[in-house]
T-cell receptor, first 118, second 111 residues
Framework: NAGVTQTPKFQVLKTGQSMTLQCAQD?????MSWYRQDPGMGLRLIHY???????DQGEVPNGYNVSRSTTEDFPLRLLSAAPSQTSVYFC?????????????????FGPGTRLTVL | SQQGEEDPQALSIQEGENATMNCSYK?????LQWYRQNSGRGLVHLIL?????REKHSGRLRVTLDTSKKSSSLLITASRAADTASYFC???????????FGAGTRLFVKA
């Protein structure tokens, strides 16, 4: 099993460009989430999903869009990249919780995408 | 704003010594989790403690939770050079959908 995979590993964008970060999982988890990690800081939740067709905002959602059409995939879209979005982005999956679809159990993280916006 | 506050921010010890990291949080939680992150890598889950538990052990790890003080501690016994990493606490809210991470403790274990 691959677990949680993210592509690309590295990306450089110019201000104003858009792009999609990909996240895929083969763990059959309903819960998926996106975080950003800035230097010297912990992870901050951007968006999360509790199943196909259901998404909600986290702590820092502005400038990002998500959708969830399948259990396996949870792409993160940057609409118009800004230098403040330079960060490392992590996708994670989890299981257990209200109606068994939250992160009540351990979460599994992808290897991250390092994004630089010039 | 981040819920978890971790203390210390950095810790340097000799191999064989114990390392203790503390985490405080602000709101009601379902559970608290500890993760390790090696430089440039993703996070790896270490241990989870639920709000109705006070102490858990896993190998060389011991975690405590005091919900009245809204705090937790992670103890790593007999540290090894391979334990050098950043350690993060993460709280899952009682609604069960949002995880909030602390800023982390950077542990350096000298061989």
């Amino acid at each position: 099993n691959a677990g949680v995979t993210q592509t690309p590993k590295f990306q450089v964008l110019k201000t104003g460009q858009s792009m999609t970060l990909q996240c895929a999982q083969d763990m059959n988890h309903e819960y998926m989430s996106w975080y950003r990690q800035d230097p010297g800081m912990g992870l901050r939740l951007i968006h999360y999903s509790v199943g196909a067709g259901i998404t909600d905002q986290g702590e820092v959602p502005n400038g990002y869009n998500v959708s969830r059409s399948t259990t396996e995939d949870f792409p993160l879209r940057l609409l118009s990249a800004a230098p403040s979005q330079t960060s490392v982005y992590f996708c994670a999956t989890g299981s257990g919780g209200p109606d068994a679809v939250g992160p009540y159990n351990e979460q599994f993280f992808g290897p991250g995408t390092r994004l630089t916006v010039l | 704003s981040q819920q978890g506050e971790e203390d210390p921010q950095a810790l340097s010890i000799q191999e064989g010594e114990n390392a203790t990291m503390n985490c405080s949080y602000k709101t009601s939680i379902n559970n608290l989790q500890w993760y390790r992150q090696n430089s440039g890598r993703g996070l790896v889950h270490l241990i989870l403690i639920r709000s109705n538990e006070r102490e858990k052990h896993s190998g060389r790890l011991r975690v405590t939770l005091d919900t009245s003080k809204k705090s937790s501690s992670l103890l790593i016994t007999a540290s090894r050079a391979a334990d050098t990493a950043s350690y993060f606490c993460a709280t899952v809210d009682t609604g069960g959908f949002k995880t909030i991470f602390g800023a982390g403790t950077r542990l350096f274990v000298k061989a």
